[in-house]
């Protein structure tokens, strides 16, 4: 089970950390995610962090995210900052495993980011 926190409004140029808490270990999880989506958009991929610490990220927020990892807290985060009102969305953690050669994948609720003046 995965529970995102630490939405919230923020004006433009402004920062937010999102945290996703997992019930269970991380440690065996193969990746990390944060997706978003915007009302009337397709849910898009915003950045993510694999069981080695290889890092992704959408083009629109290089530069200004970082989604980072404490494994110790079962925790990633996901430190946003030079907020865009484009960057208004819904955010959603996600992870998959891979166990024995099944796939498994798991969501949290979505935080609500607002940028706006």
């Known amino acids: 089970q995965l529970q995102a926190s630490g939405g919230g409004l923020v004006q433009p140029g402004g920062s937010l950390r999102l945290s996703c808490a997992a019930s269970?270990?991380?440690?065996?999880?193969?990746?990390m995610d944060w997706y978003r989506q915007a009302p009337g958009k397709q849910r898009e991929l915003v950045a993510g962090?694999?069981?080695?610490?290889?890092?992704n990220y959408a083009d629109s927020v290089k530069g200004r995210f970082t989604i980072s990892k404490y494994n110790a807290r079962n925790t990633v985060y996901l430190q946003m900052n030079s907020l865009k009102p484009e960057d208004t969305a819904f955010y959603y953690c996600?992870?998959?495993?891979?166990?024995?050669?099944?796939?498994?994948?798991?969501w949290g609720q979505g935080t609500l980011v607002t940028v706006s003046s």
């Open positions: 269970g270990s991380i440690f065996s999880l193969n990746a």
């Open positions: 962090i694999t069981s080695s610490d290889n890092t």
């Open positions: 996600h992870a998959y495993e891979i166990v024995a050669g099944t796939w498994y994948d798991y």
